[in-house]
């Protein structure tokens, strides 16, 4: 799949919002292939296309062979109302969405990378064409962690966020301190559906750090800034006696993603294999904190679904929010 064309597309206006709302998903993979059922079970939604890297490739479930496409433009080419982004490869979720809102399309995307690597551009954009763009499902799996920051900023200031962010890794810390080899504990985390082919953006703490940093866009306005720490997990990392987590913690000044001891923190010490959790204290002293499952196809699809489930309910939306919707 390549991006370079769909900067050329025309600018064209939203369908009208009348009869099913047409959704075209990106991605058929672990998240995509959890919300296409869905999609094709609801009755005000038709699908009008499905973007794959490689068609022939076996899939469960499989999508209609006349929905599948394997280049971006020809996906916006059937003129949906609604891009799903569910893809792995950052530069083409990026792409896509931008040429997705240059046209007035409304895009819900899990990309955590794409969207962190220029959240302000695409914010005007989506504000300039009067499109939304929401992206519950590229922070916390199924847990509401950006909702949970949105609600906090209504009741007063935030001093300090704390997560736990990364269901894989979450999911190879507790095995390893279980005493599995590391690369056993990964090709566990892999056949479950946790970890991806590649993880390394798992490992390196650059998924944690996109997620922290749009968390803290979330918590402390556009001057957030990506962690200046973070702290890699790989085969060389001895589990101590304690329990550890990779922890990502922010205030207004920075933020940091490190492997830190929990041992005595109920919130976080107990989290199960592909477990999320986030506690956001506010200035005033009080405490708001939700936990759940953070990775696999169930949990990322239902808040894909819920972002979807809201534009269904509005069917045009609020571009003038642009991202923050």
């Not at 962010?165 to 479950?192: C, I």
């Not at 001057?223 to 922010?250: I, K, M, N, Y």
Request: charged letters at 20%.
């Amino acid at each position: 799949m390549t991006a370079l064309p769909l900067s050329r597309l025309p600018l064209e206006p939203l369908p009208a919002a009348s009869g099913p709302l047409r959704v075209a998903l990106a991605g058929c993979g672990v998240v995509g292939g959890g919300v296409l059922p869905r999609l094709l079970d609801r009755p005000d939604i038709a699908l009008v296309g499905v973007l794959v890297q490689s068609p022939g490739k076996v899939r469960s479930p499989d999508p209609d062979p006349e929905l599948v496409v394997t280049d971006p433009a020809a996906l916006l080419a059937r003129e949906p109302d609604v891009v799903v982004d569910t893809l792995s490869d950052a530069s083409v979720s990026l792409a896509l969405i931008r040429a997705a809102l240059a046209r007035g399309v409304h895009v819900i995307s899990a990309s955590k990378q794409a969207v962190a690597s220029d959240p302000d551009g695409l914010s005007a954009l989506a504000t300039a064409t009067g499109a939304t763009l929401r992206y519950s499902a590229a922070v916390g799996g199924g847990v509401p962690m950006l909702e949970t920051v949105r609600l906090a900023r209504t009741l007063g200031p935030v001093r300090r966020i704390e997560a736990v962010l990364n269901g894989t890794v979450n999911f190879l810390l507790n095995r390893l301190a279980a005493g599995h080899p590391f690369e056993a504990a990964l090709a566990e985390a892999q056949a479950a559906g946790f970890a991806e082919a590649d993880p390394s953006a798992d490992l390196t703490g650059r998924d944690a750090a996109a997620k922290l940093f749009l968390l803290s866009r979330a918590a402390f306005g556009p001057g957030a800034r990506l962690p200046d720490r973070v702290e890699p997990l790989g085969p060389d990392f001895t589990p101590p006696s304690s329990r550890v987590r990779q922890l990502a913690v922010a205030d207004c000044a920075g933020g940091q993603i490190r492997l830190a001891p929990v041992a005595g923190d109920p919130l976080f010490a107990n989290l199960p294999d592909a477990g999320n959790a986030i506690r956001i204290t506010l200035a005033d002293g009080r405490i708001l904190s939700r936990a759940g499952l953070g990775a696999g196809r169930a949990p990322t699809a239902e808040s894909v679904w819920a972002d979807l489930t809201d534009l269904l309910t509005s069917r045009v939306g609020a571009g003038a929010n642009g991202a923050e919707l």
